[in-house]
């Protein structure tokens, strides 16, 4: 489902006389459907930028990115956007807040954009803010003002209301309190059972270690450093 082949990044400083960091040389990996895959590795190993470049964010300066047959690194913008409505979800650490925009309908977004009835979108989207403990008085108001353990459920919960062939989860456990990191860890386990392929960065080692399958220590992508 994501096949990514000898993938190189640098990034230029261009505030610094355009210095060209190389931070990423030949990373290779690949994650079937219904597996998820830890990236690990130390504090700047490049575990984020790795996402990053899979979700489009990012330019790789070589190397091929395959999510369900669409090469990212060569995609075109529309190109990117279709996958990301259909294929590829990204459950960022923070939730990019639009104002005015009620909290239900943040989280029912993804489906109301590929076309699911609305009344079927909106009741997913409640069985996720129920599962996540967002209280119904808030459903109504926009997340502008939400706590950011509130942002983050949210966030979570917009990230799982469609069903993604391939997911990135870049610390979906960090700082939620036991009840709601179960809930997060079951809805992986969900979306592995009906056959996501999971890219997760997870620093909650239990967390990792119940839900992914495989790790990869990007490391060993890192320019310079021994694996
Ligand atoms: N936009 C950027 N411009 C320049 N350098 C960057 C940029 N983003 C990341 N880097 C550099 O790329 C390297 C990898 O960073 P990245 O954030 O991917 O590491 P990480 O493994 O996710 O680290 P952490 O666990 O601390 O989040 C670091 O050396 C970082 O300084």
Not at 149 to 177: C, K, M, W
Not at 191 to 200: C, D, L, N
Request: hydrophobic share 40%; glycine share 8%.
């Amino acid at each position: 489902m994501i096949e990514i082949e000898n993938l190189s990044k640098s990034f230029t400083l261009h505030n610094q006389g355009g210095a060209v960091i190389p931070v990423m040389q030949g990373a290779t990996l690949s994650v079937a459907p219904g597996e998820c895959v830890a990236l690990t590795g130390d504090s700047g190993a490049g575990k984020s930028t790795l996402m990053r470049m899979i979700y489009g964010n990012y330019l790789a300066a070589s190397g091929r990115i395959l999510v369900g047959g669409t090469d990212v690194a060569r995609a075109e913008p529309r190109e990117i956007l279709d996958l990301r409505r259909h294929t590829l979800g990204y459950v960022s650490q923070f939730l990019r807040v639009v104002p005015r925009v009620p909290t239900r309908d943040v989280v029912a977004e993804p489906l109301l954009a590929i076309g699911t009835p609305r009344d079927v979108a909106r009741a997913r989207a409640e069985e996720l803010l129920i599962r996540l403990n967002i209280p119904e008085t808030l459903w109504s108001l926009s997340p502008t003002t939400f706590s950011g353990g509130e942002q983050q459920r949210v966030n979570i919960a917009r990230g799982f209301a469609h069903a993604y062939p391939a997911l990135l989860l870049d610390e979906p456990t960090a700082s939620l309190d036991a009840t709601n990191r179960e809930t997060v860890l079951c809805l992986i386990e969900e979306a592995k059972a009906r056959g996501a392929a999971i890219i997760g960065i997870f620093h909650d080692a239990p967390a990792r270690d119940r839900v992914a399958d495989r790790e990869i220590d990007v490391s060993r992508f890192t320019p310079g450093r021994a694996a």
